[in-house]
């Protein structure tokens, strides 16, 4: 893996090989071994789990920031797994999931959250195909109405 460097921000929490340190101050360190970790801004709160991916996200969190701990999170992780790939039609969420699988299975859990957060914007339109994104909605409308609606951000 090789040296990491690492910006924390003051009072922010590191999860570091599971524990949890916090900082007082704006820091940067350096990892020098290998070491699983998770930043403060990367942790997804039990209640922000409110989407299929956002739960799988969950779980394979559980098993970063608790490794000791791990049985019941791998086990339920398995369960989503199979569960998601048995109810996706999403060709790209699919690959995804097989792909998250992949990394938990050969120990990259960082690499897995990473995996998962691109899925994020997938399942969002799968899950609500009439919302666009507001710039999107800003081009629709532009393009419809040229030159009626000024927009300053």
């Keep these: 893996m090789g040296n990491i460097r690492l910006f924390i921000h003051a009072n922010h929490r590191l999860f570091i090989n599971g524990a949890v340190l916090r900082v007082d101050r704006k820091v940067s ?7 699983t970790f998770l930043l403060e ?10 989407t299929p991916l956002k739960q799988l996200y969950f779980v394979v969190q559980m098993l970063l ?11 339920l992780f398995r369960q989503m ?12 969420l699919v690959q995804g999931v097989k792909l998250v699988d992949i990394e938990v299975s050969t120990g990259n859990t960082f690499a897995a959250l990473k995996l998962i957060r691109t899925l994020y914007p ?28 000024i927009c300053q951000m």
């Design 65 to 75: 920031m608790d490794p000791a701990n791990a049985a019941e999170p791998k086990k």
């Design 81 to 92: 797994v199979a569960n998601l790939l048995g109810s996706l039609e999403n060709p790209e």
């Design 41 to 50: 801004n990367h942790v997804l709160h039990k209640d922000e789990a409110t």
């Design 29 to 35: 360190m350096e990892l020098l071994n290998d070491a």
């Design 122 to 149: 997938i399942e969002s339109e799968v899950m609500h195909p009439t919302l666009k994104e507001p710039a999107e909605q800003l081009s629709a409308i532009d393009t419809e109405d040229e030159g009626s609606i």
